[in-house]
């Protein structure tokens, strides 16, 4: 039970960290992350976590080196193999070779093999990271390509290396020339392994679809228990796991090109499926260095081997050696942009200290060090674990904040180009031109559908915007709104058209809700608005008649300010204003609640019958988006990566569609 606990805990955590972001979104998930996983360890909980190092590695690694191989991006990896390659191996068997012996001399009380191991753990970046800045900056195009295709290769090298190292450490034996022999040899077999069992997957996976067994279920829990299972049987065999799911992640790339109905299905269902299980298990590693480290920290403070101080300046040096090794690596290389010829000056070396910034260390460092062995072959504790774990934390975190906060300063947030400005303007077109559609599809038997349709692409519009200025227009329409609604409330009660009962308490609601939002004194001396004796009579007279009666009462008023406040904002919208999007939104939401009122008032119309309507309306929307979207693309106006992201949103919304008729 006490399991079970913590693990919905850190699950909410995972969860807070993506709410915490959205309110400070300066601060990288992964550093939101490592605070709250300190902060659990304040918990009265009885629970601790005893993380076992193979078990580390097959939870956590094998599932995000084969989903990193699914998503490779195989032509960029081919076109770019020069410095991808340079930077994930040569780079990376740099790193273990300089950084190790800087360590070692460094921290001489690390001994020479576990420097290595270090050094190898501290070799692969993490794109991942990287690419939640793409938020804030623009990060060049080639620049991601690289690091997503480095990280991809660095990982499976830097991982490799590691074992070595670490292997050498436990066992106390080394040899340059039979580690190489062995490397090239446990290589090459993980890589023909992962190849073959990927083979004999879709052997399975066809001789089950021979049999009609095309259920969803079954083909994503096989994929999903395909890298555990690759990477158990490449380590049995004795072949190098890592590179055993990377080589089985790329070759199911190529997978999905069958054009059916299930495929399809399965095709969206993997998506999300992997989205989740990625995003939980890149998170939970965070999570877990936030709680190892106040143990870690509290270790290493109490050594009367290092000060406090030194062991922090011992991180930054590193940091620094790690860094300043790839700058030097990629000025070395000297990657150009697209269309661009070998830069010089300035321009070479800001290129470079942006591809080194980005190289952000995350979660295959981490995953790493933590799996490092407890004891040695002899029985003995292994050398300066906790030590090893704080500076390879150390760096994780001196690198995200490098790349959190210098990135931003070399880039900045790059303004909109014209052709991007065209694109998002013509995705706005597309989404006019099927509310447009919508409208005269439009009849007295399905309006509400209607209403409630292209509310949802008006919303979709107000999104491309990504403009503040819309956001200030809405709360600025919406308390014109209330004070509308406000304003007639008090007329209808002048012209004796309201009983007082059912007015008063109508008018003392808004007056709430508009002194909540402006703080107007006027409002909260109005809570209580009963000004005259004859209301208060009223009042107490109408108090008594039955909840029938009060609430076709309440109905009445409501319509009469619903339709008060439909006039006021069409008058608006006939002003012909830049907002016009977010007046557009406010009617129709009113014309929506206005339908309803007078369904329930007269008794028409049944939920069957408005959900039919709305699943007819919606799979015309989808067709005239659709047919929009291909015209766009016909006439250039949307590129051939926008066309595949609003495909992408349609495929989707049929899914949905398709579910709901079921």
């Known amino acids: 039970m006490e399991l079970f606990e913590y693990i919905l805990l850190m699950l909410a955590a995972l969860a807070v960290s993506n709410l915490v972001n959205r309110f400070i979104p300066s601060v990288s998930v ?121 990280s991809l290769i660095n990982d499976a090298s830097g991982l490799v290396s590691f074992q070595f190292a670490a ?57 999903i228990l395909t890298p555990f299972m690759i990477f158990i049987a490449a380590e049995e065999l004795g072949v190098n796991g890592i590179l055993a799911v990377v080589a089985a992640g790329i070759a199911h790339s190529f997978s999905y090109k069958k054009m059916n109905p299930e495929v399809a299905k399965l095709r969206v269902v993997s998506k999300s499926t992997w989205s989740v299980i990625i995003f939980v298990l890149n998170g939970l590693v965070f999570l877990l260095l936030g709680t190892q480290l106040p143990e870690i920290i509290q270790t290493i403070w109490n050594s009367p081997e290092i000060g406090n101080f030194k062991v922090v300046m011992y991180t930054l040096w590193l940091t620094a050696a790690v860094l300043g090794l790839r700058l030097i690596w990629v000025l070395l290389i000297d990657v150009p942009e697209d269309g661009e010829e070998r830069s010089l000056g300035k321009g070479r070396f800001k290129k470079a200290l942006i591809l080194s910034l980005s190289g952000v260390r995350g979660t295959i460092t981490l995953a790493s060090t933590l799996s490092l062995p407890f004891f040695l072959n002899d029985g003995t504790a292994f050398p300066s674990r906790d030590l090893i774990i704080f500076l390879a934390s150390g760096v994780i975190l001196w690198t995200l904040l490098a790349s959190n906060y210098l990135l931003p300063l070399l880039l900045g947030k790059e303004p909109a180009t014209a052709q991007e400005e065209e694109e998002v303007q013509a995705k706005i077109e597309i989404l006019r031109n099927v509310v447009a559609g919508l409208n005269d599809l439009t009849t007295d038997q399905n309006r509400l559908a209607a209403v409630q349709l292209i509310n949802t692409y008006t919303s979709r519009i107000r999104t491309l915007w990504k403009d503040d200025r819309s956001d200030n227009m809405q709360r600025a329409l919406g308390l014109s709104v209330l004070q509308w609604e406000r304003e007639n409330t008090l007329l209808a009660l002048e012209r004796k058209e309201v009983d007082p009962y059912t007015g008063y308490r109508y008018l003392r609601r808004i007056n709430q809700m508009l002194y909540m939002s402006t703080k107007d004194a006027r409002y909260k001396r109005e809570l209580f608005p009963v000004k005259q004796w004859d209301d208060v009579v009223g009042i107490l007279q109408q108090a008594r008649l039955s909840f029938r009666e009060r609430r076709a009462e309440r109905t009445r008023l409501r319509s009469q300010n619903i339709a008060y406040v439909l006039k006021q904002l069409n008058a608006l919208l006939a002003e012909g204003k830049p907002e016009m999007e977010t007046v557009s939104a406010f009617i129709l939401q009113y014309e929506r609640m206005l339908l309803r009122l007078n369904r329930d008032q007269s008794g028409t119309g049944t939920r069957e019958d408005y959900d039919l309507s709305l699943q007819e309306l919606a799979r015309a929307g989808i067709q005239l988006e659709r047919d929009n979207l291909q015209a766009m693309f016909e006439t250039g106006r949307i590129s051939r990566q926008g066309m595949k992201e609003m495909k992408r949103d349609i495929l989707f919304m049929e899914h949905d569609l398709r579910e709901e008729a079921v």
């Open 30 to 150: 992964p550093i939101i992350q490592i605070a709250l996983g300190m902060a659990i360890t304040w918990l009265p909980l009885h629970y601790e976590v005893v993380l076992n190092p193979e078990l580390f590695l097959l939870l956590f690694i094998a599932p995000l080196l084969f989903n990193d191989g699914r998503h490779a991006d195989k032509e960029a990896l081919w076109k770019l193999k020069k410095p991808i390659l340079l930077l994930a191996l040569g780079l990376v068997f740099l790193t273990v070779g300089a950084v190790g012996y800087f360590v070692h001399a460094l921290l001489p009380v690390i001994p020479l093999a576990a420097s290595f191991a270090l050094a190898a753990a501290l070799a692969p970046t993490d794109a991942v990271a990287v690419g939640a800045l793409e938020q804030k900056v623009k990060i060049p195009h080639r620049t991601m390509q690289i690091l997503e295709g480095e």
């Open 167 to 223: 292997a050498a450490m436990v066992t106390g034996m080394f040899s340059f020339k039979s580690a190489g022999l062995s490397f090239i040899s446990i290589s090459l077999g993980g890589v023909a392994l992962g190849l073959l069992l990927t083979l004999v997957k879709y052997g399975v996976v066809k001789w089950l679809r021979r049999l009609g067994m095309e259920n969803v279920t079954l083909h994503m829990l096989i994929e």
